[in-house]
């Protein structure tokens, strides 16, 4: 069974911090990719992918960077935290091309005060 | 208008009721369809794709109309455990590559 694991399940942290949010896959896959999901909004990209030190932005990718300086391993940053990061941050993975088929990783849910 | 629009529900269904969501997307050059579940403060996963003559997974039957731009799930003999939010993703070859864009979720309750 494909296994992305994600480093934290729920996380606290304050208005400017630097955050690091990390997320493993255990199936060799080339895609990674980052999403916020909010209510009433969906999932959003943030960042996604398709190689080591390779990354694109998605659709929403202010006040956020991303490392993939290995191929199962993929981090998000946001630089300083600010509230309206406040969100459950997914982490997804799949082979090449993405197809329509990502692997989830359990999520974390970000509060930022 | 949005790139791919769900009705949010809740759908509220006895068990044992067949349920139908639609969802709708915006571009026409859109080439592959999915249906994701989201159990309750878990992470989606994909629950079956929708190819163009329409396919069925057991009581799970997923459909495609180009023509006007929707695809539907429909759940037969819904049982307790079908609970959950549907999530309706749409995927698009760009100049970037692909990029999958989610609906917002169309949340069924079954209830006894």
């Known amino acids: 069974d494909v296994k992305v694991t994600q480093s934290s399940r729920y996380l606290v942290k304050r208005t400017g911090e630097k955050v690091f949010l990390e997320c493993v896959q255990d199936?060799?896959?080339?895609?990674m990719f980052w999403y916020r999901q909010d209510p009433g909004l969906g999932l959003r990209l943030i960042y996604f992918?398709?190689?080591?030190?390779?990354?694109e932005k998605g659709d929403i990718p202010e006040g956020y960077s991303v490392s993939r300086e290995k191929k199962e391993r993929f981090s998000l940053i946001l630089e300083s935290a600010s509230t309206n990061q406040t969100s459950m941050y997914l982490c997804?993975?799949?082979?090449?091309?993405?197809?329509?088929?990502?692997?989830f990783g359990s999520g974390t849910q970000l509060s930022v005060l | 208008r949005k790139e791919v629009e769900q009705d949010p529900g809740p759908f509220n269904v006895p068990e044992g009721a067949t349920v139908a969501f639609n969802c709708t997307y915006s571009?026409?050059?859109?080439?592959?369809f999915f249906w994701y579940r989201q159990d309750c403060r878990k992470e989606p996963k994909l629950l079956m794709s929708v190819y163009s003559s329409g396919n069925e997974d057991g009581r799970f039957t997923a459909q495609l109309n180009r023509a006007s731009q929707y695809i539907s799930l429909l759940i037969r003999d819904s049982k307790l455990s079908d609970s959950a939010t549907y999530l309706c993703?749409?995927?698009?070859?760009?100049?970037?590559?692909?990029?999958?864009?989610f609906g917002t979720g169309t949340q069924l309750k079954v209830e006894l």
């Open positions: 993703v749409v995927r698009l070859f760009t100049g970037g590559g692909n990029k999958l864009t």
């Open positions: 992918s398709y190689d080591v030190k390779m990354k």
């Open positions: 571009n026409s050059a859109s080439q592959s």
């Open positions: 199936m060799d896959h080339e895609n």
């Open positions: 997804a993975s799949s082979f090449t091309p993405p197809e329509g088929k990502l692997f």
